[in-house]
């Protein structure tokens, strides 16, 4: 499962630990029984939403490729209780890839919101991204480490890494990325990642968004 995400990202399912029994399942060894029936399953996921008891959850895993922006990457990294393996800008040489941010005139005061300008800005940038890889190159060139040389690029340039996190985590997640609060292009990756939670363990999700969930992005992408 991958979905393209902002104008040359992605988010692809690489694998995945258990689903929604996986949750019931270790709530209920806590009493010595295992499951019973699907309704009274999905109730108990409901009943351990509502109540906080959220440590089942820990019992499903998701790891995922990501393409980002190195900006979204280094807040995305704020997640502590996940693991990252990300593409070493000091072994390898990174590809001439940069994020051009999406409905900037949107993004501009009012009342500083010419279309003349919003355009020229766009054309500024892209033409400092290229400049920039040009001295990247140059750098490199020269005999210049890879490790040295890669400090002229943009943050806008874009990265990969591997992501591998629990569901409780993976909600706590949601609940600080997917919603308005936070910068519109990680809000993206995390209503992708929304959306991979609700194919997969959808009794899960469901309950997070009634029980858990107070942002506002998530409601409105999936429902």
């Known amino acids: 499962m991958e979905i393209s995400v902002l104008d040359k990202g992605f988010l692809k399912l690489i694998d995945h630990f258990g689903n929604d029994l996986s949750v019931v399942k270790a709530a209920r060894v806590s009493h010595g029984m295992n499951l019973t029936n699907p309704d009274r399953d999905k109730q108990l996921i409901y009943h351990l939403m509502q109540q906080g008891h959220e440590s089942p959850f820990e019992h499903v895993a998701f790891t995922f490729h990501?393409?980002?922006?190195?900006?979204?990457?280094?807040?995305?990294?704020?997640?502590?209780?996940?693991?990252?393996?990300?593409?070493?800008?000091?072994?390898?040489?990174?590809?001439?890839?940069?994020?051009?941010?999406?409905?900037?005139?949107?993004?501009?005061?009012?009342?500083?919101?010419?279309?003349?300008?919003?355009?020229?800005?766009?054309?500024?940038?892209?033409?400092?991204?290229?400049?920039?890889?040009?001295?990247?190159?140059?750098?490199?060139?020269?005999?210049?480490?890879?490790?040295?040389a890669r400090v002229v690029l943009p943050l806008a340039t874009y990265t990969q890494f591997y992501w591998t996190a629990n569901l409780r985590s993976i909600m706590n997640f949601l609940s600080l990325r997917a919603d308005s609060h936070a910068q519109w292009e990680m809000q993206q990756y995390a209503i992708a990642v929304a959306k991979v939670v609700h194919e997969k363990c959808p009794w899960s999700y469901d309950a997070f968004i009634k029980y858990r969930y107070k942002g506002d992005a998530l409601r409105e992408a999936i429902g």
């Open 66 to 148: 990501v393409k980002c922006p190195l900006f979204v990457a280094r807040q995305w990294m704020r997640h502590r209780i996940s693991s990252y393996n990300e593409l070493s800008g000091r072994y390898t040489e990174l590809k001439k890839e940069f994020y051009v941010p999406m409905f900037l005139k949107k993004r501009i005061k009012p009342a500083k919101r010419e279309d003349k300008d919003v355009e020229y800005l766009k054309k500024e940038m892209q033409e400092f991204y290229l400049k920039s890889y040009s001295l990247y190159e140059k750098l490199l060139n020269r005999g210049m480490p890879r490790e040295v």
